[in-house]
């Protein structure tokens, strides 16, 4: 594949990803990099990543569904409470998620920082469109 | 009066062998003249030629009968029966009524043949009477049996009534001896042959003690002539009467021995099937259960009462279904309703729960039983399939758990090749291995997805071209049905289109604009073999290429390899051209030589 450069997505962007594997939570760490986003942190379980939430508040949190013990569902309601867009990275059967992750925009694991740039750029459209809170269409 | 000796010698005739007859015809010549020199005042001439007379009379019927009949025992069958009263009874006597009147006629004793009716009377009365008699006597002294109390009440009873009536008849009191005929036909037909004769033997013995110690209307010698022929008649034909009463009772009781013993062999069979049909039910845990349509009423075999949660045997459709989990009871009435309605095939299979806390799951199958046209029984078996379900559940869990891993598997080879490949000239590498791994995964996920039994050609071709600008850029032309395709020939067309679409993206069509991707794919005619082309149009001009890459040598080893098949690759100059043939594995499972038949 010919490969043009990656279009930088993220540039300016601050992306929390929550993964609890270490080479996958780096192997994200360097695809939003080289989309030009910046990391805003990593967190390995639930209450790491609402403890980075509830610091800061990022663009974008890429979220596993299996975290650590249980389910992340806490932070994705959380993420929601904020509008902050998520990214649910999993790599369950699709009608295997429980019912809060299921129609969200989901990267299926092993995904290609391809998948993950056009997936980001569209939620972050649709982020930005976004007014007053209410959420917009983007065409 | 009756001439018994003659029934007596002939019975002894039948009994004994032919070569025997001398001896017997000389013993009881013995008696006679014995008895005619002590009691009667015949000369020895006439004595001699009387019992000759008698011996030949016994001789012809004896072996008339045994000619005829074929057996010594002519009281087992009415035909033998009629057989003896015609032959014995009614023509021999003709013989020495015969004889002893010509001698009488010429002796001048009895002119004109004055005596032949009474000589062939006397005669045909002795025989019937004292041959059944005699075989009897001699049969039942053969073959001695227990006798029960009742059967003794009861012969006693009949013994008295018997002699009751005789002596009433014989002294008088009664105005005929016909009147014994009832008790005769009652011997008959409870005792069969016995009866009949010991009863005949008995109205026997008492008319001459009558006549000659007690005395009688007999006493009369006026009246003696018409009465001792009234005798004769009534004799010979309480006689008939009583032989075929016994021998018709005694075909009764045959037939209703050879019925309790069919009766009990049908019995034995039914309870032996029986048998082994429950240990058949036991062995497979089924449970019997037949609904009756119109009525609503249900029986169940113990087994399927037991699956039931019930404690009773019969019981109503209704209360089944309370018992049925409240989600599948309306299912379980619907399907029900429809086959017995005729709505369905007359056979169906439905799974169900039961019970509400820790309900069984179970398989009930039914066949609708019709009766004059109309569904009336639904009747089937139950099994509890509880384990299996748990079992397929327990599976799909660890199927899905397997999958899930593998994924995080693949995820985590991509992430280490992210991690190592990071040098400048290193970028494309890095990112061909992440896409092929991520067609592996793809794959994988597809098939986790209908439980690793089989892929979808259609879905896996679908998600193979999405990274490559999905139908924008192909045209698809699937096959008539739906191809399923086992795991590893599915993985192995996910990598082919993957290389494919990943060559074109770089040099092929799908590197310019214009360039278009068509698939197309369908079964040969016996649906035994998978045909798949690509072909690549609007592209550049192609050239094969100089050296093979990893994609080249994956389509040319490793797919074929994988798909138990053939891969063609043609580098035409308006477009890559491909074409996969690969036998259908789920089809046909056995026999097929695929590499013989492609090649």
């Known amino acids: ?139 | 009066m009756f001439w018994l000796p003659v029934g007596i010698l002939l019975a002894l005739l039948l009994v004994a062998p032919v070569r025997q007859w001398g001896w017997w015809i000389g013993a009881a010549g013995a008696a006679e003249l014995t008895a005619s020199w002590l009691w009667w005042d015949n000369s020895l001439l006439a004595a001699l030629a009387y019992f000759s007379a008698n011996a030949i009379e016994a001789a012809v019927g004896a072996h008339l009968l045994l000619r005829v009949i074929r057996q010594r025992n002519f009281l087992q069958r009415p035909s033998d029966t009629t057989i003896f009263v015609v032959i014995c009874g009614l023509l021999a006597p003709v013989i020495s009524a015969t004889i002893i009147a010509s001698i009488d006629t010429v002796s001048g004793k009895n002119p004109d043949f004055a005596i032949w009716p009474h000589v062939w009377l006397g005669d045909a009365s002795g025989i019937l009477v004292a041959t059944p008699l005699t075989l009897l006597a001699i049969e039942t002294w053969r073959d001695r049996s227990r006798v029960g109390l009742q059967t003794i009440l009861e012969v006693s009873a009949l013994g008295i009534s018997l002699v009751t009536i005789g002596v009433a008849a014989f002294h008088g009191d009664l105005p005929t001896p016909y009147l014994t005929l009832p008790l005769l036909l009652w011997a008959g037909f409870r005792f069969e042959m016995r009866g009949a004769l010991a009863s005949l033997g008995l109205l026997v013995a008492i008319s001459p003690v009558f006549s000659l110690v007690l005395g009688s209307r007999f006493a009369d010698p006026s009246s003696r002539e018409a009465e001792v022929v009234g005798l004769q008649i009534f004799f010979a034909v309480a006689a008939v009467s009583a032989l075929f009463a016994g021998v018709l009772a005694h075909q009764n009781a045959l037939a209703r021995r050879a019925l309790r013993r069919s009766n009990d062999l049908l019995e034995a069979r039914v309870a032996d099937r029986t048998a082994r049909l429950s240990a058949a039910l036991r062995a497979g845990r089924l449970g019997v259960l037949e609904l009756s349509l119109p009525d609503g009423t249900a029986r169940l075999d113990a087994a399927a009462s037991r699956l039931w949660n019930l404690t009773v045997r019969k019981t109503s459709l209704a209360t089944l279904l309370t018992k049925v989990h409240p989600a599948d009871r309306s299912t379980l009435s619907e399907s029900l309703l429809k086959v017995g309605e005729g709505r369905d095939s007359s056979r169906i299979e439905i799974q169900c729960r039961i019970g509400e806390i820790e309900p069984r799951w179970v398989v009930i199958d039914v066949d609708r039983q019709f009766h004059a046209g109309r569904a009336v029984t639904l009747i089937g078996t139950i099994q509890d399939v509880s384990e299996r379900v748990e079992a397929l559940r327990r599976q799909r869990l660890l199927v899905d758990e397997l999958s899930h891993r593998v994924k995080n598997t693949l995820s985590v080879v991509q992430a280490i090749a992210m991690q190592t490949l990071r040098g400048p000239g290193e970028r494309d590498a890095r990112d061909a291995f992440i896409l092929r791994i991520t067609a592996l995964a793809r794959g994988h996920d597809l098939l986790a997805r209908e439980g690793w039994d089989a892929a979808s050609l259609d879905q896996l071709v679908a998600e193979a071209i999405v990274p490559f600008g999905g139908s924008e850029r192909f045209e698809l032309q699937p096959a008539a049905t739906e191809v399923k395709l086992p795991a590893q020939q599915a993985l192995a067309i996910a990598l082919a289109l993957h290389e494919l679409s990943t060559n074109a993206a770089k040099y092929g069509a799908l590197s310019q604009p214009a360039g278009r991707v068509a698939i197309v794919w369908g079964l040969s005619k016996d649906r035994s073999i998978l045909r798949l082309t690509w072909t690549e149009r609007g592209g550049p001009p192609v050239a094969a290429p100089a050296t093979a890459g990893f994609g080249s040598l994956l389509l040319k080893r490793v797919v074929p390899q994988d798909l138990n098949g053939m891969v063609k690759l043609v580098y035409r100059e308006e477009g890559v051209e491909c074409s996969i043939e690969a036998p259908l594995q789920l089809q046909l499972q056995s026999g097929f030589d695929a590499t013989g038949k492609l090649n």
């Open chain 1, 1 to 139: 594949m010919p490969h043009d450069p990656i279009p930088k997505v993220l540039a300016g962007k601050r992306v929390l990803i929550a993964e609890d594997d270490a080479i996958l939570a780096m192997y994200a760490e360097s695809v939003v990099g080289e989309l030009g986003g910046e990391v805003l942190g990593c967190a390995r379980s639930s209450n790491a990543a609402l403890d980075l939430l509830n610091q800061s508040l990022p663009d974008l949190v890429l979220l596993d569904v299996n975290l650590g013990r249980g389910t992340s569902e806490g932070v994705l309601q959380a993420a929601q409470e904020m509008q902050v867009p998520v990214l649910v990275s999993s790599g369950s059967n699709p009608n295997a998620l429980p019912p809060a992750f299921q129609d969200l925009p989901t990267l299926a694991k092993p995904w290609t920082p391809d998948e993950f740039a056009i997936a980001a750029a569209s939620l972050l459209l649709k982020a930005d469109h976004a007014i007053f809170g209410f959420p917009v269409r983007a065409t």
